[in-house]
Nanobody
Framework: QVQLVESGGSLVQAGGSLGLSCAAS????????MGWFRQPPGKGRDFVAS????????YYADSVKGRFTISRDNAKKTVYLQMNSLKPEDTAVYYC????????????????????WGQGTQVTVSS
């Protein structure tokens, strides 16, 4: 059983930066792609970014491309999301997730692509 714990969510002003972390326990972290999703208030959960098992490829939603960076440290079993130039519309609960399939090199934008999820961390961007 894989457990994921996100951290780093906070209140930040528009234009600011914030870094999220997601620490994994259990399972073989280094074999699986990881993803970040977010759920704005009153809306569904949307894809933000994903990173392949070895960190060789990263994928982003158009809304965050050029502002957010996903990375991972397999030795620490942690995936990160660095968020810059934050906007009020980035306000959401942010979730990390583990891919269902090992060694996938593809973009993984669907919720059903992922088997395990964290509990989420709140990011609020004030205008």
């Amino acid at each position: 059983q894989v457990q994921l714990v996100e951290s780093g969510g906070s209140l930040v002003q528009a234009g600011g930066s914030l870094g999220l972390s997601c620490a994994a326990s259990g399972g073989t972290f280094s074999s699986y792609s990881m993803g970040w999703f977010r759920q704005p208030p009153g809306k569904g959960r949307d894809f933000v970014a994903s990173i392949t098992w070895n960190g060789g490829r990263t994928y982003y939603a158009d809304s965050v491309k050029g502002r957010f960076t996903i990375s991972r440290d397999n030795a620490k079993k942690t995936v990160y999301l660095q968020m810059n130039s934050l906007k009020p519309e980035d306000t959401a609960v942010y979730y990390c997730a583990v891919d269902r399939s090992a060694y996938s090199g593809q973009r993984r934008p669907r919720e059903e692509d992922y088997a395990y999820w964290g509990q989420g961390t709140q990011v609020t961007v004030s205008s």
